[in-house]
Protein backbone atom coordinates (compact mmCIF):
# COMPACT_ATOMS: atom_id res chain seq x y z
CA UNK A 1 0.00 0.00 0.00
CA UNK A 2 1.32 3.69 -0.58
CA UNK A 3 0.26 6.72 1.73
CA UNK A 4 0.68 9.83 0.63
CA UNK A 5 0.78 12.57 3.40
CA UNK A 6 -1.03 15.79 3.48
CA UNK A 7 -3.83 14.13 1.15
CA UNK A 8 -6.37 17.10 1.41
CA UNK A 9 -3.71 19.50 0.47
CA UNK A 10 -3.31 20.55 -3.39
CA UNK A 11 -0.28 18.90 -4.15
CA UNK A 12 -0.84 15.29 -2.02
CA UNK A 13 -4.55 14.91 -3.23
CA UNK A 14 -3.49 15.66 -7.05
CA UNK A 15 -0.64 12.67 -6.50
CA UNK A 16 -3.34 10.17 -4.51
CA UNK A 17 -5.31 11.32 -7.87
CA UNK A 18 -2.44 10.28 -10.52
CA UNK A 19 -1.52 7.35 -8.21
CA UNK A 20 -5.28 6.02 -8.04
CA UNK A 21 -5.18 6.60 -12.51
CA UNK A 22 -2.45 4.22 -12.51
CA UNK A 23 -4.05 1.70 -11.01
CA UNK A 24 -1.95 1.81 -7.75
CA UNK A 25 -2.90 0.54 -4.39
CA UNK A 26 -2.97 3.92 -2.54
CA UNK A 27 -4.72 5.54 -0.25
CA UNK A 28 -4.36 9.05 1.96
CA UNK A 29 -3.02 10.92 5.20
CA UNK A 30 -4.43 13.80 6.81
CA UNK A 31 -5.26 15.14 9.96
CA UNK A 32 -8.80 15.71 8.89
CA UNK A 33 -8.87 12.19 6.49
CA UNK A 34 -11.79 11.48 3.94
CA UNK A 35 -13.07 8.31 3.73
CA UNK A 36 -11.08 5.53 3.08
CA UNK A 37 -8.36 7.59 4.38
CA UNK A 38 -5.78 7.33 7.96
CA UNK A 39 -5.71 10.08 10.62
CA UNK A 40 -2.21 11.59 10.31
CA UNK A 41 -1.37 14.45 12.41
CA UNK A 42 2.27 15.28 13.12
CA UNK A 43 1.58 16.65 16.06
CA UNK A 44 0.21 13.72 17.40
CA UNK A 45 2.28 10.93 16.99
CA UNK A 46 -0.16 8.35 18.16
CA UNK A 47 -2.15 9.09 15.27
CA UNK A 48 1.18 8.26 13.13
CA UNK A 49 0.12 4.71 12.35
CA UNK A 50 2.14 3.25 8.90
CA UNK A 51 1.11 -0.31 9.74
CA UNK A 52 1.13 -2.11 5.92
CA UNK A 53 2.24 1.20 4.27
CA UNK A 54 5.26 0.33 1.69
CA UNK A 55 6.06 3.29 0.37
CA UNK A 56 5.60 6.84 1.72
CA UNK A 57 4.82 9.58 -0.39
CA UNK A 58 5.92 12.22 2.21
CA UNK A 59 4.89 15.69 1.06
CA UNK A 60 6.35 18.36 3.08
CA UNK A 61 4.76 19.87 5.87
CA UNK A 62 4.87 23.33 5.13
CA UNK A 63 2.86 26.71 6.47
CA UNK A 64 5.03 26.52 9.82
CA UNK A 65 8.59 27.88 10.93
CA UNK A 66 11.13 25.82 10.35
CA UNK A 67 11.71 24.34 13.71
CA UNK A 68 8.36 22.90 13.59
CA UNK A 69 8.20 22.06 9.77
CA UNK A 70 11.42 19.65 10.77
CA UNK A 71 10.00 18.25 13.88
CA UNK A 72 6.97 16.86 12.09
CA UNK A 73 9.00 15.51 9.69
CA UNK A 74 11.42 13.48 12.21
CA UNK A 75 7.48 12.17 13.55
CA UNK A 76 6.71 10.97 10.85
CA UNK A 77 9.89 9.30 9.52
CA UNK A 78 10.66 7.75 12.74
CA UNK A 79 7.23 6.12 12.28
CA UNK A 80 7.72 4.71 8.94
CA UNK A 81 10.79 3.49 10.89
CA UNK A 82 9.00 1.69 13.12
CA UNK A 83 6.22 0.31 11.08
CA UNK A 84 8.65 -0.83 8.25
CA UNK A 85 7.66 1.19 5.71
CA UNK A 86 9.75 0.15 2.68
CA UNK A 87 11.07 3.52 1.14
CA UNK A 88 10.21 6.89 1.50
CA UNK A 89 9.31 9.57 -1.57
CA UNK A 90 10.12 13.19 -0.24
CA UNK A 91 8.67 16.31 -1.93
CA UNK A 92 11.59 18.67 -1.28
CA UNK A 93 12.59 22.10 -2.92
CA UNK A 94 14.37 22.25 -6.48
CA UNK A 95 18.45 23.05 -6.17
CA UNK A 96 18.16 26.74 -6.94
CA UNK A 97 15.65 27.46 -3.91
CA UNK A 98 18.64 26.84 -1.61
CA UNK A 99 18.55 30.99 -1.97
CA UNK A 100 14.85 30.97 -0.27
CA UNK A 101 13.95 31.77 3.06
CA UNK A 102 11.64 28.21 3.68
CA UNK A 103 14.82 26.47 1.83
CA UNK A 104 16.41 25.29 5.66
CA UNK A 105 13.53 23.17 6.78
CA UNK A 106 13.88 21.06 3.11
CA UNK A 107 17.26 20.29 3.39
CA UNK A 108 17.17 19.11 6.94
CA UNK A 109 14.35 16.74 6.15
CA UNK A 110 16.60 15.63 3.47
CA UNK A 111 19.41 14.85 6.19
CA UNK A 112 16.47 13.04 8.26
CA UNK A 113 15.61 10.88 5.07
CA UNK A 114 19.45 9.63 4.58
CA UNK A 115 20.05 8.74 7.73
CA UNK A 116 16.75 6.97 8.75
CA UNK A 117 18.08 3.92 7.11
CA UNK A 118 15.23 3.35 4.73
CA UNK A 119 15.45 3.00 0.92
CA UNK A 120 14.44 6.72 -0.50
CA UNK A 121 13.78 8.95 -3.37
CA UNK A 122 14.09 12.51 -2.95
CA UNK A 123 11.90 14.88 -5.47
CA UNK A 124 13.29 18.79 -5.59
CA UNK A 125 10.47 20.54 -6.78
CA UNK A 126 10.66 23.54 -8.42
CA UNK A 127 8.13 26.36 -7.77
CA UNK A 128 4.70 25.89 -9.07
CA UNK A 129 2.96 27.62 -12.48
CA UNK A 130 -0.26 28.38 -10.22
CA UNK A 131 1.82 29.86 -7.64
CA UNK A 132 4.02 32.33 -10.62
CA UNK A 133 0.17 33.33 -11.67
CA UNK A 134 -1.56 34.21 -8.60
CA UNK A 135 1.49 36.01 -7.06
CA UNK A 136 0.85 38.47 -10.18
CA UNK A 137 -1.69 41.41 -8.66
CA UNK A 138 -3.85 43.42 -10.37
CA UNK A 139 -4.02 47.04 -10.65
CA UNK A 140 -6.15 49.66 -12.58
CA UNK A 141 -9.78 51.18 -12.62
CA UNK A 142 -12.22 48.75 -14.17
CA UNK A 143 -11.16 46.63 -17.20
CA UNK A 144 -10.06 48.89 -20.20
CA UNK A 145 -7.56 49.99 -17.77
CA UNK A 146 -6.44 47.01 -16.16
CA UNK A 147 -2.83 45.56 -15.93
CA UNK A 148 -0.86 43.72 -13.74
CA UNK A 149 2.22 44.55 -11.24
CA UNK A 150 4.91 42.17 -10.17
CA UNK A 151 8.02 42.41 -8.03
CA UNK A 152 9.59 39.72 -10.92
CA UNK A 153 11.32 42.35 -12.93
CA UNK A 154 12.03 40.51 -15.86
CA UNK A 155 13.64 37.34 -14.34
CA UNK A 156 12.17 34.08 -15.02
CA UNK A 157 11.02 31.15 -13.18
CA UNK A 158 11.38 27.63 -13.99
CA UNK A 159 7.48 27.04 -12.99
CA UNK A 160 5.59 23.86 -12.91
CA UNK A 161 2.33 22.87 -13.20
CA UNK A 162 1.55 20.71 -9.47
CA UNK A 163 -0.10 17.94 -11.75
CA UNK A 164 3.38 17.35 -13.58
CA UNK A 165 4.74 17.50 -9.98
CA UNK A 166 2.12 14.77 -8.80
CA UNK A 167 2.41 12.69 -11.91
CA UNK A 168 6.10 12.45 -11.35
CA UNK A 169 5.81 11.29 -7.70
CA UNK A 170 3.20 8.79 -8.37
CA UNK A 171 5.73 7.73 -11.03
CA UNK A 172 8.23 6.67 -8.32
CA UNK A 173 5.77 5.80 -5.71
CA UNK A 174 4.36 3.14 -8.05
CA UNK A 175 7.95 1.19 -8.63
CA UNK A 176 10.02 2.62 -6.34
CA UNK A 177 13.47 0.36 -6.46
CA UNK A 178 14.62 2.06 -9.77
CA UNK A 179 14.81 5.55 -8.52
CA UNK A 180 16.22 4.28 -4.74
CA UNK A 181 18.82 6.84 -3.74
CA UNK A 182 17.81 9.22 -6.89
CA UNK A 183 17.65 12.75 -6.15
CA UNK A 184 15.29 14.25 -9.24
CA UNK A 185 16.02 18.06 -10.00
CA UNK A 186 12.10 18.63 -11.41
CA UNK A 187 11.85 22.35 -12.96
CA UNK A 188 9.61 23.39 -15.77
CA UNK A 189 10.04 26.06 -18.44
CA UNK A 190 11.39 29.44 -17.74
CA UNK A 191 8.49 32.17 -17.78
CA UNK A 192 8.31 35.84 -16.66
CA UNK A 193 5.96 38.37 -15.37
CA UNK A 194 5.81 40.35 -18.61
CA UNK A 195 4.85 36.75 -20.94
CA UNK A 196 1.58 36.50 -18.68
CA UNK A 197 1.27 39.70 -19.04
CA UNK A 198 1.70 39.78 -22.93
CA UNK A 199 -0.51 36.42 -22.91
CA UNK A 200 -3.51 37.67 -21.52
CA UNK A 201 -3.59 41.13 -23.35
CA UNK A 202 -2.67 43.51 -20.40
CA UNK A 203 0.53 45.65 -19.36
CA UNK A 204 2.97 44.31 -16.78
CA UNK A 205 4.64 47.03 -14.46
CA UNK A 206 7.16 45.65 -12.01
CA UNK A 207 7.54 47.27 -8.64
CA UNK A 208 10.76 47.00 -6.23
CA UNK A 209 11.28 44.61 -4.18
CA UNK A 210 11.20 47.26 -0.89
CA UNK A 211 7.46 47.89 -1.71
CA UNK A 212 6.37 44.57 -2.63
CA UNK A 213 7.44 43.64 0.93
CA UNK A 214 5.67 46.87 2.52
CA UNK A 215 2.71 45.46 0.73
CA UNK A 216 2.79 41.93 2.44
CA UNK A 217 3.54 43.67 5.76
CA UNK A 218 0.93 46.22 5.34
CA UNK A 219 -1.57 45.36 2.68
CA UNK A 220 -1.91 41.68 2.72
CA UNK A 221 -4.04 40.12 5.20
CA UNK A 222 -3.94 36.68 6.64
CA UNK A 223 -0.33 36.04 5.96
CA UNK A 224 1.33 33.97 8.79
CA UNK A 225 4.56 35.82 10.31
CA UNK A 226 6.78 33.29 8.55
CA UNK A 227 5.23 34.20 5.01
CA UNK A 228 6.48 37.78 4.27
CA UNK A 229 9.98 36.63 4.40
CA UNK A 230 9.34 33.64 2.50
CA UNK A 231 7.07 35.62 -0.25
CA UNK A 232 10.03 38.41 -0.89
CA UNK A 233 12.66 35.90 -1.16
CA UNK A 234 11.10 34.16 -4.30
CA UNK A 235 10.63 37.67 -5.12
CA UNK A 236 14.21 38.47 -4.89
CA UNK A 237 15.31 34.96 -6.08
CA UNK A 238 12.84 35.38 -9.39
CA UNK A 239 14.10 38.74 -9.91
CA UNK A 240 17.61 38.48 -10.00
CA UNK A 241 18.17 35.22 -11.86
CA UNK A 242 18.52 32.28 -9.56
CA UNK A 243 15.20 30.33 -10.22
CA UNK A 244 15.14 30.02 -14.03
CA UNK A 245 17.42 27.28 -14.95
CA UNK A 246 16.30 23.90 -16.32
CA UNK A 247 16.92 20.31 -15.81
CA UNK A 248 15.69 17.08 -18.02
CA UNK A 249 15.14 15.07 -14.80
CA UNK A 250 11.10 15.86 -14.97
CA UNK A 251 10.43 15.12 -18.55
CA UNK A 252 12.40 11.61 -18.25
CA UNK A 253 10.71 10.62 -15.33
CA UNK A 254 7.11 11.69 -17.13
CA UNK A 255 8.12 10.25 -20.63
CA UNK A 256 6.52 13.06 -22.15
CA UNK A 257 6.67 17.05 -22.70
CA UNK A 258 6.23 18.78 -19.59
CA UNK A 259 2.22 20.88 -19.48
CA UNK A 260 3.00 24.56 -20.31
CA UNK A 261 3.31 26.35 -17.11
CA UNK A 262 2.59 29.83 -18.79
CA UNK A 263 -0.89 28.69 -19.55
CA UNK A 264 -1.39 27.38 -16.02
CA UNK A 265 -0.07 30.74 -15.00
CA UNK A 266 -2.21 32.83 -17.45
CA UNK A 267 -5.16 31.14 -16.19
CA UNK A 268 -4.31 31.41 -12.82
CA UNK A 269 -3.83 35.38 -13.06
CA UNK A 270 -7.03 36.17 -14.91
CA UNK A 271 -9.08 33.93 -12.67
CA UNK A 272 -8.07 37.08 -10.16
CA UNK A 273 -8.38 39.80 -12.89
CA UNK A 274 -11.40 41.92 -13.29
CA UNK A 275 -13.13 40.36 -16.25
CA UNK A 276 -13.41 37.72 -14.15
CA UNK A 277 -14.87 39.61 -11.53
CA UNK A 278 -17.08 41.58 -13.32
Not at 66 to 73: F, G, I, M, P, T
Not at 137 to 143: D, L, P
Not at 164 to 188: F, I, M, N, T
Not at 222 to 232: D, I, K, N, R, V
Amino acid sequence: MILVTGANGNLGSATLAALHARGAAATGGSRTPGEGMRRLDFDDHLSLDLAGVSVLVLVSAGYAEDDQVVARHAAILAAAVRDGVGHVVYTSLTTAGDHLAFALAHRATERLVRASGLPWTILRNGLYAELFGGLLMWAGNGVESAFVESPFGEGALAAVPREDLAEAAAVVASDPAPHGGRVYELVGTPITAGQVADAIGVAHRPIGLGEHRRRLLDETAGLLPFQPPMLASIATGVRHGFLGGTAPDLTELLGRAVRDPLAVAVAVASAAGPEAKS
